[in-house]
């Protein structure tokens, strides 16, 4: 077969009509082959690459076109106790794959060590991977993406649904079975038109990049549903493909987005950059570990033969090599430019900032990013943690950057069971969180506000169930988040009590509530809107099944209409998604205040009252005249005013409408008390137990 030199960039396969570039990078190999497996009988052709450019191992092969399955073997040193581990009998994907075709057959030959030799990983092992793993795929770079483009939604405006492509589609009695599950269920008329209904803005999926299903859960008969768990950061998922699996997922992706954005719905990826699917030092040789060992992965500088492992995954990508942050940004850029994804969310994004040890804010990866003309323009989401020590770090992200708000999470949910003591924090959650980032110059919308999430308990299991039921993880119920931070009336799991039904249905109502009038932009977990659960389960990582899947028997659809108006309110009253802070002056006059706190007596809240440990009860009063910030135009928004009345208390309460904020308010919702009622400054509002209430000023005068 010809070959000739090629070019060094771009890395990866490129298709230009004619034949293909090849690039894979290794400053440690001695010798690549690119190996070439034909579409009939699957013989593989073998090819040393000819040149060698600043490390960037390359050739043009003529008439190699999109489809043609290829890998490469690299020849150099096998010496793990120095952290180098090329082995090439194991056939290697290339890192910039756009599609690639296959799973993993767990077996011994996908090690690069003889894992019956007792000197475990620094015996090498002489068997070829070939015809067990994944084959790299030549893809077609042409698609009509017509007038599509980034829809831009402002962040102040956003509403994100975080979802599994698989779970979302799997059951949908609407889509046909061979639409299940797959980029194309996502993107059909069905689909879209429930998203629409919603009033959601932006789908946030759970990984896509080509991931890997664990050894450890295949012999448990599990399966990593989740996704996190990469191994191609350029390809999307082979398996949520109808069409096949050699480059049509790319096209099927692309055709998803495309319909998505027609109906105005934005496509953020959950992407995983801090940890990829070949474990530790005893791992599978799938990529980058054979590629060059020691730049790809952290390694522990006294003795690199180990992982550094802040991820709980078993390594981490090295964030310190310039060929590793060029990967990301490439592959983050060819998201953006090729696929037309809006933006990201960063698993473990604090490994992304340690360059040494600690978290460092001003990393170079976020360098990159802040100064990079497209990154910069799309929507950048952090979860703001990882395992190592001082890897908490929400608030302390740069100004470009969204964040996770584990802090909101974790106090909305301590406000709703009751706990002590929490008035004050709630009401900083509330009003978008400023402690953690208005001094370093961002806006309320850097919090994402949510309550669930995948990792953790769904919403009706969250006021479902005391304890995790993650039996069927395979791991004993030790698995998972054991605390649960809500209340359920002290009954576990399902109830035929109607009395216990109802409070928890109204402590869902108040969770959605909460979350959909706080300032910042609100997430919700998929399926919560209708009431999904998990039996229990909140871990359910390796759940492939009627688990995670969503059930669409079993919609509660007052609950879905119940979120649909909520979201549909926040859109009509800009009072409850403001660009700026709230300016929080303390005075009488509602002309000049755009916020004030009441105790359920009418009386302004004062520090002692924020600081009282067993106050579960307070009213916020948001002035529609006072919204502060004009919009996008340059136009001053004037909203409708509103009064919350939040009543975590076990018993009723009557909130007393304080004078001067105007003289006539209607109830508009109410999380235990459906019907329309009109209410007088100076008179009282019955308020239920664990309930809020959200009243109109109808009256100014």
């Known amino acids: 077969?010809?070959?000739?030199?090629?070019?060094?960039?771009?890395?990866?396969?490129?298709?230009?009509?004619?034949?293909?570039?090849?690039?894979?990078?290794?400053?440690?190999?001695?010798?690549?082959?690119?190996?070439?497996?034909?579409?009939?009988?699957?013989?593989?052709?073998?090819?040393?690459?000819?040149?060698?450019?600043?490390?960037?191992?390359?050739?043009?092969?003529?008439?190699?076109?999109?489809?043609?399955?290829?890998?490469?073997?690299?020849?150099?040193?096998?010496?793990?106790?120095?952290?180098?581990?090329?082995?090439?009998?194991?056939?290697?994907?290339?890192?910039?794959?756009?599609?690639?075709?296959?799973?993993?057959?767990?077996?011994?030959?996908?090690?690069?060590?003889?894992?019956?030799?007792?000197?475990?990983?620094?015996?090498?092992?002489?068997?070829?991977?070939?015809?067990?793993?994944?084959?790299?795929?030549?893809?077609?770079?042409?698609?009509?993406?017509?007038?599509?483009?980034?829809?831009?939604?402002?962040?102040?405006?956003?509403?994100?649904?975080?979802?599994?492509?698989?779970?979302?589609?799997?059951?949908?009695?609407?889509?046909?079975?061979?639409?299940?599950?797959?980029?194309?269920?996502?993107?059909?008329?069905?689909?879209?038109?429930?998203?629409?209904?919603?009033?959601?803005?932006?789908?946030?999926?759970?990984?896509?990049?080509?991931?890997?299903?664990?050894?450890?859960?295949?012999?448990?008969?599990?399966?990593?549903?989740?996704?996190?768990?990469?191994?191609?950061?350029?390809?999307?998922?082979?398996?949520?493909?109808?069409?096949?699996?050699?480059?049509?997922?790319?096209?099927?992706?692309?055709?998803?987005?495309?319909?998505?954005?027609?109906?105005?719905?934005?496509?953020?990826?959950?992407?995983?950059?801090?940890?990829?699917?070949?474990?530790?030092?005893?791992?599978?040789?799938?990529?980058?570990?054979?590629?060059?060992?020691?730049?790809?992965?952290?390694?522990?500088?006294?003795?690199?033969?180990?992982?550094?492992?802040?991820?709980?995954?078993?390594?981490?990508?090295?964030?310190?090599?310039?060929?590793?942050?060029?990967?990301?940004?490439?592959?983050?850029?060819?998201?953006?430019?090729?696929?037309?994804?809006?933006?990201?969310?960063?698993?473990?994004?604090?490994?992304?900032?340690?360059?040494?040890?600690?978290?460092?804010?001003?990393?170079?990866?976020?360098?990159?990013?802040?100064?990079?003309?497209?990154?910069?323009?799309?929507?950048?989401?952090?979860?703001?943690?990882d395992v190592g020590e001082g890897g908490y770090q929400v608030g302390n992200f740069p100004v470009l950057w969204s964040e996770w708000n584990g802090k909101y999470r974790d106090c909305v949910r301590d406000y709703w069971r009751g706990q002590a003591a929490t008035l004050g924090e709630f009401a900083m959650r509330f009003t978008g969180s400023s402690d953690l980032y208005q001094l370093d110059g961002r806006r309320p919308y850097a919090s994402v506000n949510f309550v669930t999430c995948h990792d953790g308990f769904t919403l009706d299991d969250l006021v479902s169930y005391s304890y995790k039921h993650n039996e069927a993880n395979g791991e004993g119920n030790r698995d998972g988040e054991s605390y649960n931070r809500s209340w359920n009336c002290g009954e576990e799991g399902p109830s035929t009590d109607p009395a216990v039904n109802a409070v928890r249905q109204r402590q869902k109502r108040n969770f959605l509530a909460t979350l959909i009038f706080s300032q910042g932009v609100p997430m919700f977990l998929g399926g919560d809107e209708f009431g999904r659960t998990q039996g229990g389960n909140n871990n359910a990582y390796c759940q492939d099944n009627e688990i995670s899947w969503f059930d669409w028997s079993k919609v509660d659809h007052d609950l879905l209409a119940f979120c649909s108006k909520l979201i549909e309110f926040r859109r009509a009253h800009p009072v409850f998604r403001r660009r700026r802070w709230f300016a929080g002056r303390e005075i009488q006059a509602e002309e000049t205040s755009d916020i004030a706190w009441f105790r359920p007596d009418g009386g302004r809240m004062t520090s002692d009252d924020w600081n009282v440990g067993f106050a579960r009860s307070l009213a916020v009063y948001l002035n529609g005249d006072e919204i502060a910030s004009p919009d996008l135009r340059g136009r001053k928004v004037i909203d409708d005013s509103f009064f919350l009345l939040f009543n975590a208390h076990f018993e009723p309460i009557r909130f007393s409408l304080p004078r001067g904020f105007g003289q006539r308010w209607k109830r508009v919702l109410d999380t235990a008390d459906p019907l329309v009622r009109y209410y007088r400054a100076g008179g009282q509002v019955p308020v239920q137990e664990r309930s809020v209430a959200v009243l109109m000023r109808v009256d100014k005068s």
């Open 1 to 385: 077969m010809e070959i000739w030199p090629g070019q060094p960039y771009p890395l990866g396969a490129h298709f230009d009509g004619v034949g293909t570039n090849f690039s894979i990078f290794s400053e440690v190999a001695e010798k690549v082959e690119l190996c070439l497996f034909d579409g009939a009988s699957g013989e593989e052709t073998r090819l040393a690459l000819p040149e060698v450019t600043a490390h960037c191992w390359h050739a043009y092969v003529p008439n190699v076109r999109p489809g043609h399955r290829y890998g490469f073997r690299v020849h150099g040193p096998y010496s793990p106790d120095h952290g180098v581990r090329c082995n090439p009998a194991k056939l290697l994907l290339d890192p910039y794959a756009k599609a690639i075709e296959g799973v993993v057959h767990w077996n011994g030959t996908i090690f690069a060590y003889d894992q019956g030799n007792p000197a475990q990983d620094l015996a090498l092992d002489p068997t070829d991977s070939g015809p067990y793993v994944p084959k790299s795929v030549v893809s077609d770079p042409w698609f009509s993406w017509e007038e599509d483009r980034h829809l831009r939604i402002p962040w102040h405006e956003t509403v994100i649904y975080e979802v599994h492509v698989k779970g979302f589609t799997k059951l949908h009695p609407q889509l046909p079975p061979e639409l299940r599950g797959t980029y194309a269920g996502l993107g059909t008329p069905e689909a879209i038109q429930y998203l629409q209904n919603l009033g959601i803005t932006a789908v946030e999926l759970l990984p896509v990049h080509q991931f890997v299903h664990d050894n450890r859960l295949n012999q448990l008969g599990l399966r990593n549903y989740w996704g996190y768990n990469s191994i191609g950061y350029f390809a999307p998922h082979n398996e949520y493909s109808s069409s096949g699996q050699s480059g049509q997922q790319v096209q099927e992706f692309k055709q998803m987005v495309k319909n998505l954005h027609r109906a105005g719905i934005e496509v953020i990826l959950d992407v995983v950059y801090n940890h990829t699917a070949e474990g530790n030092h005893l791992g599978p040789t799938l990529c980058f570990r054979g590629i060059d060992n020691a730049a790809y992965y952290r390694l522990i500088a006294d003795n690199p033969r180990y992982c550094m492992d802040y991820t709980g995954t078993g390594n981490s990508l090295n964030m310190r090599h310039p060929h590793v942050l060029q990967m990301i940004m490439d592959s983050l850029r060819y998201w953006v430019t090729e696929m037309h994804v809006d933006g990201f969310r960063f698993d473990l994004a604090a490994t992304l900032a340690r360059e040494l040890h600690d978290v460092d804010r001003l990393s170079a990866f976020f360098d990159l990013v802040q100064q990079d003309p497209i990154l910069s323009q799309v929507k950048l989401i952090a979860e703001p943690w």
